[in-house]
């Protein structure tokens, strides 16, 4: 059986920067190609990382035959029609997140995955630091009681700039889709897909988001309480709330190397577990692992929690008059 999975990264952006820099950790998960529609820039990302093959079109990185997995890191509009080609030509993927700008695209990709049965999964590195999965399995014993409440916040103050991708709509920009999908995915986690959104918050004049604050509501009464913002800083830090204490999950806590256990009547407990390389390499592994056993989802990360995440996402940017749209 392999114990190799070849791999073609798609829009060597600053993001493919930092991920394609953790393979080295990951034994047997190989970069072989990269492909952008500018071939000079791929051929100079593959110049930069020691890569093999540079493609000047999307098109022809998914129809290279000597690639296994796509690591798919465009802007957030173009994961729907990239995803559909790649599953359509048998590749495996790792979609960055937002997985895609709408729920219809990203219950269109879901469905198109699970029928060819390649293996698909969002690029949402924070649940797989240590530190996260250690947080899971204090709560999975009961170290704090029954979760009853998530607060989570993550923002960058960034200057209005309409030329730049994170403020202009076609490009999927605004605060929800890049960081409030961490603060959502990190509730849905959790807590599960919520009963009701409420969300409230500001617009850029490119009509996406500058600022939103969620209530997650359940109808047990347990909630979540999420703050994204562009406009302005915000700490990143995330705390979980039971019924027998709480744990802080120290900033940034969408990569945290360090927990804080607060049981009910001890002292707190602090647990540092530190990533390997970047971070990027635990879900690289997952995906590597995943494909060489035969595995179409990730337990940790499975379809069914991206699409409850984008619908999330989707209905706040709704309350807040943005609509997006797939490329």
Do not use: C
């Given at each position: 059986?392999?114990?190799?999975?070849?791999?073609?990264?798609?829009?060597?952006?600053?993001?493919?920067?930092?991920?394609?820099?953790?393979?080295?950790?990951?034994?047997?998960?190989?970069?072989?190609?990269?492909?952008?529609?500018?071939?000079?820039?791929?051929?100079?990302?593959?110049?930069?990382?020691?890569?093999?093959?540079?493609?000047?079109?999307?098109?022809?990185?998914?129809?290279?035959?000597?690639?296994?997995?796509?690591?798919?890191?465009?802007?957030?509009?173009?994961?729907?029609?990239?995803?559909?080609?790649?599953?359509?030509?048998?590749?495996?993927?790792?979609?960055?997140?937002?997985?895609?700008?709408?729920?219809?695209?990203?219950?269109?990709?879901?469905?198109?995955?699970?029928?060819?049965?390649?293996?698909?999964?969002?690029?949402?590195?924070?649940?797989?630091?240590?530190?996260?999965?250690?947080?899971?399995?204090?709560?999975?014993?009961?170290?704090?009681?029954?979760?009853?409440?998530?607060?989570?916040?993550?923002?960058?103050?960034?200057?209005?700039?309409?030329?730049?991708?994170?403020?202009?709509?076609?490009?999927?920009?605004?605060?929800?889709?890049?960081?409030?999908?961490?603060?959502?995915?990190?509730?849905?986690?959790?807590?599960?897909?919520?009963?009701?959104?409420?969300?409230?918050?500001?617009?850029?004049?490119?009509?996406?988001?500058?600022?939103?604050?969620?209530?997650?509501?359940?109808?047990?009464?347990?909630?979540?309480?999420?703050?994204?913002?562009?406009?302005?800083?915000?700490?990143?830090?995330?705390?979980?709330?039971?019924?027998?204490?709480?744990?802080?999950?120290?900033?940034?806590?969408?990569?945290?190397?360090?927990?804080v256990l607060h049981r009910a009547g001890a002292e707190p407990e602090e647990i540092t577990r530190p990533a390997t390389g970047t971070g990027y390499s635990h879900e690289i592994a997952e995906v590597h692992e995943g494909v060489l056993a035969g595995r179409t989802e990730?337990?940790?990360?499975?379809?069914?929690?991206?699409?409850?995440?984008?619908?999330?996402?989707?209905?706040?940017?709704?309350?807040?008059?943005?609509?997006?749209?797939?490329?």
């Amino acid at each position: 059986m392999s114990t190799t999975t070849r791999w073609g990264i798609v829009g060597p952006g600053r993001i493919a920067e930092n991920v394609v820099r953790d393979f080295v950790h990951v034994p047997g998960a190989e970069v072989t190609a990269v492909g952008s529609r500018s071939l000079d820039r791929a051929r100079a990302f593959a110049d930069q990382h020691g890569i093999g093959t540079a493609h000047g079109s999307y098109a022809d990185l998914v129809a290279d035959p000597d690639v296994d997995v796509l690591y798919l890191a465009t802007p957030h509009p173009q994961h729907h029609a990239v995803a559909l080609e790649a599953i359509a030509a048998g590749k495996h993927l790792l979609v960055e997140k937002a997985f895609t700008a709408t729920v219809a695209g990203a219950q269109e990709v879901v469905d198109a995955a699970r029928a060819a049965g390649v293996f698909v999964m969002e690029a949402m590195w924070t649940r797989f630091q240590p530190a996260v999965v250690e947080l899971r399995r204090l709560v999975a014993e009961g170290a704090i009681g029954e979760v009853r409440s998530v607060q989570a916040d993550l923002g960058v103050a960034r200057e209005f700039d309409p030329t730049d991708r994170l403020f202009a709509k076609d490009l999927g920009g605004g605060a929800l889709l890049d960081l409030g999908v961490y603060v959502v995915s990190f509730a849905q986690l959790l807590l599960g897909a919520p009963d009701t959104v409420t969300a409230t918050g500001s617009t850029f004049p490119t009509g996406v988001d500058a600022e939103a604050a969620l209530l997650l509501g359940y109808a047990d009464g347990r909630a979540a309480t999420l703050l994204t913002s562009l406009r302005n800083a915000l700490p990143g830090q995330a705390r979980v709330f039971g019924t027998e204490g709480w744990i802080d999950v120290l900033p940034r806590f969408h990569h945290p190397a360090t927990i804080v256990l607060h049981r009910a009547g001890a002292e707190p407990e602090e647990i540092t577990r530190p990533a390997t390389g970047t971070g990027y390499s635990h879900e690289i592994a997952e995906v590597h692992e995943g494909v060489l056993a035969g595995r179409t989802e990730s337990a940790v990360m499975p379809l069914s929690d991206t699409l409850a995440v984008m619908r999330v996402l989707e209905s706040a940017a709704t309350q807040l008059g943005v609509e997006f749209a797939e490329a």
